[in-house]
């Protein structure tokens, strides 16, 4: 047993999730737009990568270059071998936080100190988010793993009337109350959730 909030939380089937719509992006939909307006598919792609490599030393208390590298220091792009590389990180995310060390003490991701638990459940907003963004800009369907939703959304909602967080996420969209658990967070993170590629 541990004293973390949410120790039984396992990452790995939302990051296997992210991992199959990275490997169904076709060569042709990297210049695509995403939900993210500053970032095309291959961007998206690329910042999931820097984000799974952060997020897997964090766990491993491994701390340096990959973790202090602020999310804004440049736009994230991919590299020439990112179709092998960024499943292996994704797997390794999952791994690094099924140990329960993870989730104790202090570790740092983006430049920024955080609690082991916290930190955890920012990388599952990461995940969960981001692989909407994907299978939204590439056209596959989205089915995210059920733990993660319930652990994003109920992050997201924590801090929806923070007045600092819309420099994190933008404003909150408004959507139906009884709407899906992920439309609700999807709205929660800023984004419209009826966005499209033909917008």
Known sequence: MTDTPNPTLDLGPQAAVVARLAEAVTDEQLADPTPCPEYAV?????????????????????????????????????????????PKVLTELGEAW???????????AGGVDLPGEIAALVAVDELVVHGWDLAR???????????????????????????????????VVTVDPDAPLLVRAVGLSGRDPGWSRSA
Request: glycine share 10%.
């Open 42 to 86: 291959r961007h998206l792609l690329g910042h999931l990568a820097g984000l799974a490599t952060a997020f897997r030393d964090a766990g491993r208390k491994d701390l340096g270059v990959t973790t202090d590298t602020s999310p804004d220091s440049g736009l994230p792009d991919i590299t020439p071998g990112w179709r092998g590389e960024l």
């Open 98 to 108: 099924r140990d329960p060390a993870a989730w104790t003490g202090m570790t740092r």
């Open 137 to 171: 800009a590439t056209g596959q369907p989205y089915t995210p793993d059920p733990a993660a939703l319930q652990a994003c959304h109920d992050f997201l909602a924590a801090s929806a009337d923070d007045p600092q967080r819309d420099a994190i996420f933008g404003p």
